[in-house]
């Protein structure tokens, strides 16, 4: 596919603390959460959680992996996060964590018990050293999924995008690419 433009940064190129993007799908979050944490000028992290299961999978990763470039340290993980944010969040490292969506798919398909792992996550974002991005999907938009577990998955998504906002720092909405600044509010 032909590499289409990029928006225009919008926003101030200041990154602190926690941020957290939401999106749905194809809709450039991870793209502009990349510009965000090269904006800081510091070094980048990218806390990869997606595990290639299938050839279309292993594409879109191998696409984000060109589209990031070689100056990124990639660390691939697809459930601890948590530890794996408290040993390289540093003053020194701005962090990109895609996605929280894959993250939680890990987390069930894993067994993990979902609440504690939303709260150890909560608890440790606002006591990291360095500024942390964090992508994830907003499901709860279009359909009432099919399945129960489906039903499930998006209502875990949910609540985990709304205790991530609420400790971040900033949230922002992308649309085509687009930001929409929902914390802090616009005054």
């Keep these: ?10 926003i101030a190129t200041q990154l602190s603390g926690t941020t957290l993007i939401l999106g749905g799908a ?18 980048p992290v990218y806390i990869a959680t997606a595990q290639a299961h299938d050839d279309e999978m292993h594409a879109r990763i191998v696409d984000h992996k060109n589209r990031r470039g070689t100056g990124w340290t990639t660390i691939e ?19 990109l964590v895609d996605c929280l969506t894959l993250w939680l798919s890990n987390l069930m398909m894993a067994g993990k018990d979902i609440e504690e792992e939303t709260v150890r996550l909560t608890n440790l974002l606002p006591n990291l050293a360095g500024p942390v ?41 992308i649309a085509a690419g687009y930001p929409l600044i929902l914390k802090p509010e616009n005054k």
């Excluded at 596919?1 to 919008?10: D, G, I, R």
């Excluded at 993980?77 to 962090?95: F, Q, Y």
């Design 77 to 95: 993980e697809p459930v601890a996060l948590c530890e794996v944010l408290a040993r390289h969040a540093t003053p020194t490292n701005a962090i």
């Design 133 to 173: 991005v964090l992508v994830s999907n907003e499901l709860g938009m279009g359909l009432v999924p099919e399945t129960s577990v489906g039903r499930e998955f998006r209502d875990h998504q949910g609540r985990l995008n709304q205790c991530v906002a609420r400790v971040a720092d900033s949230v922002q909405f």
């Design 1 to 10: 596919m032909a590499s289409l433009p990029e928006p225009p940064m919008t």
């Design 26 to 43: 194809r809709s450039g979050k991870s793209a502009y959460g990349e510009r965000l944490v090269l904006n800081t000028k510091l070094q």
